[in-house]
């Protein structure tokens, strides 16, 4: 099995970056290669890394209230450049009724605050694809 | 051992040595006996651990370890000032005289995204934040609307925004010259704290030198017109925030707020004619005594450094005067109302380590920003430890506890060893560009997460406690029209202004950017003539360029 890749994203303004860093780190200890986008990414920037990259998974972590406009913006250039492999999750202050329609758009899960490093770990384990 | 040998020693035993006998024959709890910030700490703290007299003091009295002022809340009670702003100048005005109508007795704004980077809300890459996390300001007018019918030479006023600081206040002065209040009797602060930014709360504008040119800039205007405000309102809070262990909040925080006076000393300013005016933010984290160990370190550190280190001579400029705000990330989204409680010991826990202002945080703000009903229970908190409690009958209550004032002790020498690795990296702005803050922070919030995943530290509701069925909290939804709303108010402003004039107005801007010049004139003309923000700060950045982070994790 070769190594998973993973981009941490974070889109937007916001610069609380502590649940980003976290993770990337986590995901680097569990063994997994993990690229950091840095602060303040539009979309753009950011499907473009996980192309060069040829990542299998991105996590966006968002805590500016503006995931629900750049979340669909993210997945709709990954599809746009024909990419339907690349489990997408986000992270963040995201209020439980927007859950259903990020998952709706393609998300494979959410994770808000309280999540457990080992429970991403775990979950990008079994849902991305090598 | 025989019985009468056994009595024999214990009868020789002092008694200290008697309890700690006794003590190993219990076994411990299988707990972390260490404090948040991962320092141990152990079972009893007695008269042995106490300090010279002369370092614990009285309030009013140099070092000020027990507080800035002799009478303290006995006196005067702090500010309870609640940090409020969302959508558009017009809602947070509403927001602020709801809070004056509730008896808060300071004003204290959030800003958006957009701009705290020196976006307007018109800009590509505001898309979606406009309104978000604070309120969006692009012009005058918005910051007109934003205090229109509050006395602003009644009130004092917190803008909590850092690299386009010099911006906003040009905004805020020149919208009290218009409403027939000069600068000099406006009161308040303004965050302005450019190095935590890049070690922290990671909003910028531009490269760090040229945003300390910026903030010495401001500083030394306003100490010349500006005799009430408060220019640089030293923020450890977001250090905190960003999973930093109390002694490297103290430390930094403190070490940036001395890199400031050092800049002002070299720009030829006398240090007694600025430092009474600068001010502190501090984070009030869960773990109580550590919290008040903190601030009441702080306090002496400072007061050390300015009068024996920069020579002040006027005693003002030895106090550390702070607000506090409870903390934002001990706050659970799991049984969100378990908040109100731990904002309720945070809070104490910066009124007995003796605030001066106070920000309670509200109980649903790990899911979105407060409701108006949370809000109310935040300021309600602040109240009942101000009138029901009866900590604000005594001066430093817990001024000469054993354990307070060994964990005084230990964060104060905690920090003049970051002190001292800082000056061997060449000062704070040359750690900053070599990211040691940033690497020390991201490891110790690691390591507090760690813990919280393994289970040895328990966050109630979170690792331990839980029920999955929870009901679902009404939130705060910020309406999306508000950002075509704002949209439309910055572009109003676009359309009715003289062109030639702000063209003329970012001209000078330039022009003065690339002198060493002070820019505060030339930003007030900008001002004047309605010249947004964001075109002001990409008039900077053709001089200076902008900042662009190397990440580390």
């Keep these: 099995m070769r190594t998973l890749r993973i981009v941490v994203a974070k889109p937007g303004l916001d610069g609380h970056d502590r649940g980003a860093k976290i993770i990337a780190r986590a995901l680097r200890d569990a063994g997994m290669e993990v690229i950091y986008t840095g602060l303040h990414q539009t979309p753009e920037q950011i499907v473009e890394t996980v192309i060069q990259e040829d990542a299998h998974a991105v996590g966006l972590s968002i805590l500016s209230g503006a995931h629900m406009t750049l979340v669909p913006r993210v997945v709709e250039l990954l599809r746009g450049q024909g990419i339907d492999d690349v489990v997408v999750t986000v992270g963040g202050t995201i209020p439980a009724e927007d859950i259903p329609e990020l998952k709706q758009l393609g998300v494979s899960e959410v994770f808000t605050p309280g999540a457990s490093t080992q429970d991403i770990v775990d979950f990008i384990r079994a849902s991305a694809v090598a | ?553």
């Excluded at chain 2, 306090?299 to 024996?308: C, K, V």
């Excluded at chain 2, 506090?324 to 969100?336: K, Y």
């Excluded at chain 2, 904002?343 to 826990?349: D, H, K, P, R, V």
């Excluded at chain 2, 109310?376 to 430093?396: C, K, M, P």
Aim: proline letters at 5%; aromatic letters at 10%.
């Design chain 2, 1 to 553: 051992m025989s019985t009468s040998n056994y009595l024999m020693a214990t009868y020789l035993q002092t008694p200290l040595e008697g309890w700690q006998d006794a003590y190993r024959a219990t076994p411990e709890r299988d707990a972390l006996f260490t404090t948040l910030s991962g320092e141990p700490i152990r079972p009893l703290y007695t008269e042995r651990d106490l300090p010279s007299q002369g370092d614990i003091g009285l309030p009013g009295q140099y070092p000020f370890t027990r507080g800035v002022y002799p009478s303290m809340y006995r006196g005067r009670l702090w500010t309870m000032r609640q940090f409020a702003g969302f959508g558009t100048a017009e809602e947070t005005n509403e927001r602020f005289r709801y809070l004056l109508d509730h008896g808060q007795t300071g004003l204290s704004t959030a800003f958006d995204m957009p701009s705290l980077m020196g976006h307007d809300s018109d800009h590509p890459r505001s898309l979606g934040e406009v309104g978000r996390e604070g309120v969006a300001v692009d012009t005058l007018d918005d910051m007109e609307t934003l205090f229109g019918g509050i006395d602003l030479g009644a009130v004092t006023v917190s803008m909590t925004i850092n690299a386009p600081a010099a911006i906003m206040l040009a905004f805020y002065v020149v919208a009290a010259e218009r409403n027939g209040i000069p600068a000099h009797r406006l009161g308040g602060t303004i965050q302005a704290d450019i190095l935590k930014e890049y070690i922290a709360q990671k909003e910028w504008c531009f490269p760090i030198d040229p945003a300390m040119r910026l903030l010495g800039d401001m500083i030394e205007w306003s100490s010349r017109e500006m005799p009430r405000w408060h220019p640089v309102s030293i923020s450890g809070y977001h250090i905190r925030e960003a999973g930093s262990t109390a002694a490297q909040e103290l430390a930094f925080t403190l070490k940036d707020g001395l890199t400031y006076v050092e800049q002002a000393i070299e720009r030829g300013l006398d240090v007694d004619d600025f430092a009474p005016r600068l001010s502190f933010f501090f984070n009030a984290q869960i773990d109580f005594f550590e919290e008040i160990a903190k601030y009441r370190a702080a306090r002496r550190i400072w007061a050390r450094e300015l009068r024996e280190t920069y020579g002040a001579k006027n005693p003002k400029s030895w106090l550390m005067r702070f607000h506090t705000q409870t903390a934002g990330v001990s706050l659970t989204a799991q049984q969100p109302l378990n908040n109100i409680v731990r904002t309720a010991i945070e809070a104490l826990a910066g009124v007995l380590g003796g605030t001066q202002s106070l920000h309670t945080n509200s109980y649903d703000e790990a899911l979105a920003l407060p409701t108006e009903e949370a809000v109310r229970i935040a300021l309600r908190t602040q109240q009942i430890i101000a009138h029901e409690t009866g900590v604000t009958n005594t001066i430093d209550p817990l001024g000469g506890s054993y354990f307070v004032e060994a964990l005084t002790d230990r964060l104060e020498a905690q920090a003049y060893e970051y002190f001292r690795r800082i000056d061997e990296l060449g000062g704070m702005v040359q750690a900053v560009k070599q990211n040691f803050p940033q690497r020390e922070i991201a490891d110790a919030s690691f390591e507090l997460q760690t813990e919280i995943d393994e289970g040895r530290r328990v966050v109630v509701g979170v690792n331990r406690y839980r029920h999955d069925d929870e009901d679902e909290l009404p939130i705060l939804r910020i309406d999306p029209a508000l950002e075509s709303k704002q949209i439309g108010r910055v572009q109003a402003v676009k359309a009715r202004r003289d062109a030639d004039a702000v063209s003329a107005t970012l001209a000078a801007i330039r022009e003065t950017a690339a002198t060493e010049r002070n820019l505060m004139p030339a930003l007030l003309e900008a001002a004047r003539a309605h010249a947004t923000e964001g075109e002001i700060v990409e008039a900077l950045q053709d001089v200076w360029g902008s900042y662009t982070e190397t990440p580390v994790f």
